[in-house]
T-cell receptor
Framework: KQEVTQIPAALSVPEGENLVLNCSFTDSAIYNLQWFRQDPGKGLTSLLLIQSSQREQTSGRLNASLDKSSGRSTLYIAASQPGDSATYLCAVRPNSNYQLIWGAGTKLIIKP | DGGITQSPKYLFRKEGQNVTLSCEQNLNHDAMYWYRQDPGQGLRLIYYSQIVNDFQKGDIAEGYSVSREKKESFPLTVTSAQKNPTAFYLC???????????FGPGTRLLVL
């Protein structure tokens, strides 16, 4: 059974730092992996989607990588800003079905 | 404006009462989803629908019911059989079950 883990559960860093959020999954047979952002009490916004054949995707200051063999994905945020404060969730779509399997998220706080 | 709307933002349920959460999208998406989010946990799938007049149970369908009579609408009913309904409920839609999901703003359900 596919399981997705995000560690740490919370992270606080000063503004301007580059940072990495981690996502690990137990079964490498995935169709794709997505990173989402969730602001407090709000819905989710899709940030990046990486297909299983891809190694990374970039959007602005965000870069997501995927290493299927080790069951890991990272979300790199460059030059962090207070507006980046949110919870970041990763979700894996297995090859075997249509359901997304979700991590519990990392709550990120960027201190001004 | 294209998007997904959920109403109400907050909903209060009394013991033994059924309540219905609304989800509407004007993105012309075939697939729609209902998730439940509890603190410290990943999103869990309640029901999903790939096409009008068809829907499938997710991992935690017990105590919930849905209908998909129109492409734009996917209402979720929380029945009295759901003994622990307090949670944040998120609706999502996508072009297909393997495509990116777009989320509504969520409904927070509380029990009186």
């Amino acid at each position: 059974k596919q399981e997705v883990t995000q560690i740490p559960a919370a992270l606080s860093v000063p503004e301007g730092e580059n940072l990495v959020l981690n996502c690990s999954f137990t079964d490498s047979a995935i169709y794709n992996l997505q990173w989402f952002r969730q602001d407090p009490g709000k819905g989710l916004t899709s940030l990046l989607l990486i297909q299983s054949s891809q190694r990374e995707q970039t959007s602005g200051r965000l870069n997501a990588s995927l290493d299927k063999s080790s069951g890991r994905s990272t979300l790199y945020i460059a030059a962090s800003q207070p507006g980046d404060s949110a919870t970041y969730l990763c979700a894996v779509r297995p090859n075997s079905n249509y359901q997304l399997i979700w991590g519990a998220g990392t709550k990120l706080i960027i201190k001004p | 404006d294209g998007g997904i709307t959920q109403s109400p933002k907050y909903l209060f349920r009394k013991e033994g009462q059924n309540v219905t959460l609304s989800c509407e999208q004007n993105l012309n998406h075939d697939a729609m989803y209902w998730y439940r989010q509890d603190p410290g946990q990943g999103l869990r799938l309640i029901y999903y629908s790939q096409i009008v007049n068809d829907f499938q149970k997710g991992d935690i369908a017990e105590g919930y019911s849905v209908s998909r009579e129109k492409k734009e609408s996917f209402p979720l009913t929380v029945t009295s059989a759901q003994k622990n309904p307090t949670a944040f409920y998120l609706c999502a839609s996508g072009l297909g079950v393997q495509e990116t999901q777009y989320f509504g703003p969520g409904t927070r359900l509380l029990v009186l």
